[in-house]
Structure formats: structure tokens, C-alpha cells
């Protein structure tokens, strides 16, 4: 679901950017650095994975494979998000109902699909145990995530999925209310690196 560049207007109902905004976001042209890094994402997290069943490779360079999911958390950002700010900073507005159904349309039919199979077959699982339905369905997997679950994997879906959600709310927030549309994303980006602290140092290496 993450890293798609048509899910907004179309650049013949765009006026022309400001100055300010890449004109790479109006005009669509395919970035062959993103496209290299989406394939490096996949590598990355394949080998983590492969890792795990066994196949490590030599001096446990598998366990690097974190890279990989953070690499599309910011290309998602990159891409979305400055396509929205583009929008906005045109003077346009965003259209929440397109937005968002094509954001489920393009992630809940997969995702359904493999949920039904976990929950109807579960000796299909990687493990026995695993979280509450609900929070699989309202996306909230990730928060109190328990290792050694089956198909605690999700987790980063649901972060994307709350990012989708909250990022049009929040630009547009900013947009009423400029000095507030600052200041939430540094609250925000402080207040994660205050928690990631505090359960380093709860949880030491």
C-alpha cells in the first residue's frame, strides 16, 4: 500500500506549483533513485526474514532488516505527503472521500484476505497465539505488540494506515491554523524519540 503516486488529481487540473514545491510532485515523472530504493527495501526485509527461518547470513547481517520498513515509511511520507502539501500549497483542496477510498481500495482486499486465513485456519499459523481480531481491524496491531505472535508482522501496516489517516487531517489542521500545523509535528517527532528512549532503556540490549 505504501509509495503510490496516482492517487490524486491529475496534472491537466493542476495550476502551476509554487515556487517552493518540487515540480517533480506536479508533473509525475518517474524517479529512478525511489524506484531503487523500493527494490532495495524488499531485499532488505526479505533477507531479514530468511534470516529468521534459518538462512542467516554470515556475521548476522539479516538483523539490518529494520532498514527495509523504515525505507518505505519515508517514501510514503515523501511521496503522499508532498503530494498533498503540493495540493494545498496550490491553493487546492483535498478530497478526503477519494483519498482515503483509494487508500483502502488498494490495501484492505489483500489484507482481508490473509487476516481470514489466520483467523479461520489457524493451524496455518506461525504461532499459535495471536492478538484480538479487533485490533487487526481497526489497525491498531502495532501498540503493546507482543513478539512471538502470529502475523505481529501486520504491525507495520497499521503504522501506515494511521499515517494515511492522520497526515490529511493534520495538513489540513495546519492550514486553519498555521502556528498549531508547525508545532503538532515537532510534538509529535519529540514525543516518538521520547518513548523510543524510554524502552531502550527499559528493554538494554
Not at 524517479?31 to 538462512?55: C, E, K, N, S, W
Not at 532488516?65 to 503530494?83: A, E, M, N, P
Amino acid at each position: 500500500g505504501c509509495c503510490n503516486e496516482g492517487d490524486l488529481p491529475t496534472p491537466e487540473s493542476m495550476t502551476e506549483p509554487a515556487p517552493s514545491i518540487d515540480p517533480r510532485f506536479v508533473h509525475r515523472e518517474r524517479q529512478p533513485g525511489l524506484d531503487f530504493l523500493r527494490a532495495f527495501a524488499i531485499v532488505v526485509v526479505v533477507i531479514y526474514h530468511t534470516g529468521m527461518f534459518g538462512f542467516a547470513l554470515p556475521f548476522r547481517w539479516h538483523r539490518f532488516g529494520w532498514v527495509g520498513v523504515d525505507l518505505f515509511f519515508v517514501l510514503s511520507g515523501y511521496l503522499i505527503g508532498g503530494q498533498l502539501i503540493a495540493r494545498l500549497a496550490r491553493g487546492g483542496e483535498i478530497g478526503f472521500g477519494r483519498f482515503y477510498s483509494r487508500r483502502a481500495l488498494r490495501i484492505l482486499p489483500a489484507y482481508i484476505v490473509v487476516l481470514a486465513i489466520y483467523f479461520l485456519l489457524p493451524s496455518w499459523r506461525e504461532f499459535s497465539e495471536i492478538s484480538p481480531l479487533w485490533k487487526f481491524l481497526i489497525s491498531v496491531q502495532n501498540i503493546n505488540l507482543r513478539g512471538g505472535t502470529a502475523f505481529s508482522h501486520a504491525w507495520s501496516l497499521a503504522v501506515e494506515d494511521q499515517f494515511y489517516l492522520l497526515l490529511p487531517l493534520l495538513l489540513v489542521f495546519g492550514r486553519w491554523r498555521p502556528r498549531a500545523g508547525c508545532i503538532v509535528p515537532v510534538a509529535v517527532i519529540l514525543a516518538g524519540l521520547a518513548v523510543r528512549a524510554l524502552l531502550g532503556w527499559q528493554r538494554p540490549r
